[in-house]
């Protein structure tokens, strides 16, 4: 599976909502995990379906799956260095990320589920969301906080 490097159409554009519950959605859930355990470098905790050349929105973070998730960002705000598979490789950017979300999302059969999030878990859910809305890392990359 290959995963697609910025500036790739695909990647640029919002994602289109999962209204297919069957074979397909199940598909590419599969077709994710594949790609995050064949990476060649970094740790791989997250993979979005735009990276992979699948406009729907639907990404695994730390082995969860996310179908048509919503967040809530919290105000408070944290630091970090974060990279990127559809970006150079080995390339870091620093990223201020809310420290927690509140995220609502369908599984794979299509069942709604709410959770908060916190700390790196909060960190890695709101990159791969960014996938689905045409973003990442290096678009949201910040040498000063956002509240300066």
């Given at each position: 599976m290959k995963i697609l490097k910025y500036p790739n159409p695909i990647l640029l554009e919002k994602a289109k909502p999962v209204e297919d519950f069957g074979p397909s959605l199940f598909a590419l859930v599969q077709n994710l995990t594949h790609a995050i355990r064949n990476v060649e470098w970094g740790n791989p905790v997250g993979m979005a379906a735009p990276q992979i050349g699948d406009s729907r929105r639907v990404f695994i973070a730390e082995g969860d799956v996310y179908v048509n998730p919503e967040i809530q960002l919290?105000?408070?705000?944290?630091?970090?260095?974060?990279?990127?598979?559809?970006?150079?490789?080995?390339?870091?950017y620093p990223v201020w990320r809310a420290q927690s979300v509140w995220i609502k999302y369908q599984d794979i059969k299509g069942e709604w589920h709410e959770k908060k999030l916190?700390?790196?878990?909060?960190?890695?859910?709101?990159?791969?969301?960014d996938h689905l809305e045409g973003k990442s890392c290096a678009s949201e990359s910040q040498e000063v906080s956002p509240q300066q």
């Open positions: 919290s105000n408070q705000q944290d630091h970090a260095i974060e990279g990127c598979y559809s970006l150079e490789e080995n390339k870091d916190s700390g790196f878990q909060a960190r890695v859910v709101q990159q791969e969301f």
